[in-house]
T-cell receptor, first 108, second 119 residues
C-alpha cells in the first residue's frame, strides 16, 4: 500500500528562522515524490519534484530512501511562505497519494 | 495559460438532491481526477479517469459517480447528496505516465475547487 504521513498539522516559525516540513512515505518500489502548496485563496500548485532536484522559492527537498522521507526545507522563512503544504507520492500507478497536509505560519 | 476550470466556486444543495460538479481542462491531458479536501484529512481520491469513457474508483467512491464522455471534461455526480458530503472538491488533470514533456512532468494541474455545502 502507498501511504504518505505528514506528522505536523500545524507549524509556526518566526521570519528568518529555518523551516522543515516533515514527510514520510510507505511504498515498496521506487516512488516519485512531490510537494504541493496552497496559498490563501489560491489553487493547489506544484512546488517541487524530487526527480528534478530543484530549488523553488528557496525550498529544497531530498529523497531519503533509507528513512523513507522527503522533508521540505528552507533556511530562512519569509512571511509569504505561510500556506498549506502537501506531500504527495506516486507509485506504480498514475494517481497521486497525498498526506494530511501541514499549515505553515510564519510570524513576523 | 493552461487551465483546469471547475464550473462553480460555491454550491449549496439540499439533502437528497442530485448534484453535478463539472471540470474542464484545455491541456489535452489524458488523466483526470476528483479529490475532496477536508481539514486534517488532506486530499482523498474519489474517482479518476485515464481515458474517455474510462473510470476507476479511488479511495472513497461511495455515494459518488463520474462521467467522462469527452477527453477534456470530467464530471462528478453525487447521486443523493448528504450532509457528510459537505466539502471542498478539487479536480485535477495530468499527462499519462510516459507521455508529455519532462518539464510538465507527471505533476497535476488543479482547478480552483468547488465548495459544496449540503443542508
Amino acid at each position: 500500500a502507498q501511504r504518505v504521513t505528514q506528522p505536523e498539522k500545524l507549524l509556526s516559525v518566526f521570519k528568518g528562522a529555518p523551516v522543515e516540513l516533515k514527510c514520510n512515505y510507505s511504498y515498496s518500489g521506487s516512488p516519485e515524490l512531490f510537494w504541493y502548496v496552497q496559498y490563501s485563496r489560491q489553487r493547489l500548485q506544484l512546488l517541487l519534484r524530487h526527480i528534478s532536484r530543484e530549488s523553488i522559492k528557496g525550498f529544497t527537498a531530498d529523497l531519503n530512501k533509507g528513512e523513507t522521507s522527503f522533508h521540505l526545507k528552507k533556511p530562512f522563512a519569509q512571511e509569504e511562505d505561510s500556506a498549506m503544504y502537501y506531500c504527495a507520492l506516486r507509485g506504480g500507478a498514475q494517481k497521486l497519494v497525498f498526506g494530511q497536509g501541514t499549515r505553515l505560519t510564519i510570524n513576523p | 495559460d493552461v487551465k483546469v476550470t471547475q464550473s462553480s466556486r460555491y454550491l449549496v444543495k439540499r439533502t437528497g438532491e442530485k448534484v453535478f460538479l463539472e471540470c474542464v481542462q484545455d491541456m489535452d491531458h489524458e488523466n483526470m481526477f476528483w479529490y475532496r479536501q477536508d481539514p486534517g484529512l488532506g486530499l482523498r481520491l474519489i474517482y479518476f479517469s485515464y481515458d474517455v469513457k474510462m473510470k476507476e474508483k479511488g479511495d472513497i467512491p461511495e455515494g459518488y459517480s463520474v462521467s467522462r464522455e469527452k477527453k477534456e471534461r470530467f464530471s462528478l455526480i453525487l447521486e443523493s447528496a448528504s450532509t457528510n458530503q459537505t466539502s471542498m472538491y478539487l479536480c485535477a488533470s495530468s499527462f499519462a505516465r510516459g507521455t508529455g514533456s519532462f518539464e510538465t512532468g507527471y505533476g497535476y494541474t488543479f482547478g480552483s475547487g468547488t465548495r459544496l455545502t449540503v443542508v
